[in-house]
């Protein structure tokens, strides 16, 4: 068996903590870095709530970029 330590529990869950708040400190700078990049894009909400209400999300995109039907038929 490894070396082992003994700490208080208090202490375990507030490092714990700390390694989980540094976790999503780093998925936060990834996506940053991702819109920054233009390889992520962000919409505003109430086009998110749309899409997770049901509605279809290639319309949802269609009202955000402005397009009709045959504009993005004509795009693809």
Known sequence: MGEMITIPLDEYKALKLAAEDLADLGAYDRA?????RGDEE???SEYAKR???GES??????????????ALAEIS
């Not at 999300?57 to 045959?70: A, I």
């Open 32 to 36: 940053m870095a991702a819109i920054a």
């Open 57 to 70: 999300p290639v319309r949802v995109w269609r009202d955000y970029r402005g397009l009709t039907q045959m």
């Open 51 to 53: 899409m997770v209400a």
């Open 42 to 44: 962000l919409i505003p």
